[in-house]
């Protein structure tokens, strides 16, 4: 059975920082693409940052120079530092796992962000 848990979110006023982290199990965890997602009240969810099982990164642009993702595949978890927060920022956090061929799929319930200005 695949498990992600996120932990770390919570309040934090504009430019402060939170860290982010997921733990997996289930999965070959050292072969997925691990990717942070996220989603605002009334819009979609979207791409934050992920990091394939090769260390390369991509980043969303509104948050390029805040946020920095990585993984340890010793410990199965994938982490996402964030600084310089903004409001916009605010939203529920999702870890995904995709599997190498793309053809699976996972997702964590999610950690809420709140950022207040």
């Known amino acids: 059975q695949v498990q992600l848990v996120e932990s770390g979110g919570g309040l934090v006023q504009a430019g402060g920082s939170l860290r982010l982290s997921c733990a997996a199990s289930?999965?070959?965890?050292?072969?997925?693409?691990m990717g942070w997602y996220r989603q605002a009240p009334g819009k979609q969810r979207e791409l934050v940052a992920r990091?394939?099982?090769?260390?390369?990164?991509t980043y969303a642009d509104s948050v390029k120079g805040r946020f920095a993702i990585s993984r340890d595949n010793t410990k199965n978890t994938v982490n996402l530092q964030m600084n310089s927060l903004k409001p916009e920022d605010t939203g529920v956090y999702y870890c995904?796992?995709?599997?190498?061929?793309?053809?699976?799929?996972?997702w964590g319930k999610g950690t809420l962000v709140t950022v207040s200005s």
């Open positions: 995904n796992a995709a599997s190498p061929s793309g053809d699976r799929n996972y």
């Open positions: 289930g999965i070959i965890f050292s072969r997925n693409t």
């Open positions: 990091i394939t099982s090769g260390l390369s990164t």
